[in-house]
Each structure stands twice: as structure tokens, then as C-alpha cells.
């Protein structure tokens, strides 16, 4: 199972680096993330220059495809050219979108039926698009799911986890990353997260 990191210029760090991180735990058990950029070399929004592991066009294939976020939010979703390079399909893929990336789905029509959730800065232009933004930090319906705020990551890559290779699995990735002394109470957070944000609303 494959999962595409999408990385836009001028990403927030903690948005992939996180998610990607947690989820190339579970390699051994066939589950493996890549950073996937539109072009060769991204810059993040502190100037540090990452090498994309896979190109745009992964999304294509990949079973998991996790929208990052950045500063450049609405540059993003204005490129007509950039955004017809992401044709997802939530009926076989499982699709996260963390912070601006819920601009992103909006822009691509997914979010027309459900809420979702984002940071402060991005709310006001998911709202735009008719989207209610929940005082949340994870929100899932179905295969998509989105999260607020750049620790939430731990989130989407819980849900991912969990959704992929199953609860377990997951736990045993958060309580390694864990604040040592602090396992159990990172872990149920996350765990609490996920399951919270799939029964809202229903």
C-alpha cells in the first residue's frame, strides 16, 4: 500500500515530515509514504529545500493521498494547470487533507456533502467555497478526512494507520513516537481523535 505526501512550495513541515514519518513505520507491513511534489525540488515555508520522492502524477496510483499545507494556499488552488494534476477518487483511494489541503479538496469538489476541518488562517476561504469548517482538529466521513491545525498530522497518519493496517498497528507507532513517560496518554489522544471525528455528525 502506497501513500502520496503531497508537498506543494512553501509547505509546512510539520504537515508532511509527521505524517510521512509515522506512516513509513509500518514499511515492514507494506505500508510506505512518499513525498510527492509537483516538481523535483520543493521549498518549505522556512527555506528548506526537499527532494520529491515520487512526482505529482503518483496520486494517480497511490492507495492513500494526503494533501499537505503550506503558505501558498490560494496560489495553489488558483493553478487550474496544478490542480487538474490531482484527480482523486475517494471510492478506492483514502484521502487526508491537512490544513490549506481542505482548501484544496474543496477546490476539487470533494467536500460539497460534508464538513471539514482546517487552521484559522485557511478558514474564512474554505467557508467561501460553502464548506462548514468544524472547531475540530480531525473530522472523517467515508474516505476523507481532514484535520486542523500542524499537530493534528499525527491525526490523519492515526487514521490512515488505523483505516489500512488496522487499530493496533497504529497504537504501536504512537506509543514509540510517544514523549517517553507519556505513551498511554499520547496514544489514546490520537486514537480519541480519529474515532471522535468518524462519529460526528452522525
Known amino acids: 500500500m502506497q501513500v502520496a505526501v503531497v508537498t506543494f512550495d512553501g509547505f509546512n513541515e510539520l504537515d508532511s515530515f509527521i505524517a510521512s514519518a509515522l506512516i513509513n513505520r509500518c514499511r515492514k507491513d507494506g505500508l510506505e509514504a512518499f513525498i510527492t511534489t509537483p516538481t523535483p525540488v520543493v521549498t ?10 515520487r512526482p505529482l502524477e503518483f496520486v494517480t496510483e497511490a492507495d492513500v493521498v494526503l494533501i499537505g499545507s503550506g503558505v501558498k494556499a490560494r496560489d495553489v488552488v488558483a493553478d487550474d494547470a496544478l490542480i487538474s494534476r490531482l484527480p482523486l477518487d475517494p471510492s478506492r483511494q483514502l484521502i487526508g487533507a491537512q490544513c ?13 456533502a460534508m464538513p471539514a476541518c482546517t487552521d484559522i488562517k485557511t478558514r474564512p476561504f474554505v467557508e467561501a467555497r460553502n464548506v462548514t469548517v468544524l472547531d475540530a482538529p480531525f473530522h472523517a466521513e467515508g474516505n476523507i478526512a481532514t484535520a486542523g491545525g500542524c499537530l493534528a498530522s499525527q491525526y490523519l497518519a492515526t487514521w490512515v494507520i488505523t483505516r489500512t493496517l488496522g487499530e493496533d498497528a497504529a497504537r504501536d507507532v504512537i506509543d514509540y513516537v510517544a514523549p517517553v513517560g507519556e505513551n498511554e496518554e499520547t496514544t ?5 481523535a480519529v474515532h471522535t ?3 460526528a455528525l452522525g
Open 44 to 53: 518549505s515555508m522556512n527555506g528548506v529545500e526537499v527532494t520529491g520522492q
Open 100 to 112: 490549506f489541503g481542505a482548501l484544496v479538496l474543496a477546490r476539487l469538489g470533494l467536500l460539497d
Open 188 to 192: 489514546e489522544r490520537a486514537l480519541r
Open 197 to 199: 471525528g468518524e462519529a
